[in-house]
């Protein structure tokens, strides 16, 4: 299997599925991020979301950033990920994010950079849909600056939602 595999797709995330896309023999760690739709954004509760991708692109901009985080916490950590497509309710998975590493520090550290620099850079666009009947598109960390700077600088601010 190859180190980095990213996936954009339209049907349901399983976790065990995820669960069996990086383990390695030489690696003591394995970090699962798995990402969910919330109930409620800013005070308005959420019914769903849409999630729309131009998919060729964003597979690209997924695997960079997984080569990325391979040159600063070594080349021998695997990833898989896969970000959902289509309308989800809330409580379903939007994206799946597996790293294995040798030690647990380099797992979770890609882990976190992937999922941060997803955000900033990949074309995924979330539209909420809310109980009061009104949709929204939500704004995204592009609007906080690139994501090399703390995402708590951006928490609560600018950057209202999570993935």
């Given at each position: 299997m190859?180190?980095?595999?990213?996936?954009?797709?339209?049907?349901?995330?399983?976790?065990?599925?995820?669960?069996?896309?990086?383990?390695?023999?030489?690696?003591?760690?394995?970090?699962?991020?798995?990402?969910?739709?919330?109930?409620?954004?800013?005070?308005?509760?959420?019914?769903?979301?849409?999630?729309?991708?131009?998919?060729p692109?964003?597979?690209?901009v997924?695997?960079?950033?997984?080569?990325?985080?391979?040159?600063?916490?070594?080349?021998?950590?695997?990833?898989y990920?896969?970000?959902?497509?289509?309308?989800?309710?809330?409580?379903?998975?939007?994206?799946?994010?597996?790293?294995?590493?040798?030690?647990?520090?380099?797992?979770?550290?890609?882990?976190?950079?992937?999922?941060?620099?997803?955000?900033?850079?990949?074309?995924?666009w979330?539209?909420?849909f809310?109980?009061?009947?009104e949709?929204?598109?939500?704004r995204?960390?592009?609007?906080?600056?690139?994501?090399?700077?703390?995402?708590?600088?951006?928490?609560?601010?600018?950057?209202?939602?999570?993935?």
């Open positions: 190859s180190q980095v595999t990213c996936r954009i797709i339209d049907a349901t995330i399983e976790p065990s599925e995820v669960l069996k896309m990086v383990p390695h023999g030489s690696h003591g760690a394995e970090n699962i991020f798995l990402g969910y739709v919330r109930d409620i954004n800013l005070g308005k509760r959420v019914t769903a979301v849409a999630y729309d991708a131009f998919a692109l964003a597979v690209k997924f695997t960079s950033i997984c080569e990325e985080a391979r040159l600063k916490w070594g080349d021998d950590l695997k990833f990920i896969v970000h959902r497509t289509g309308h989800l309710k809330v409580g379903e998975i939007s994206i799946a994010i597996a790293v294995s590493s040798r030690h647990r520090d380099e797992s979770y550290l890609a882990s976190r950079y992937v999922l941060e620099e997803i955000k900033t850079r990949a074309p995924i979330k539209k909420e809310y109980e009061n009947g949709t929204d598109w939500v995204g960390h592009a609007l906080c600056g690139h994501a090399d700077r703390s995402a708590a600088a951006c928490r609560g601010h600018v950057h209202p939602h999570g993935h």
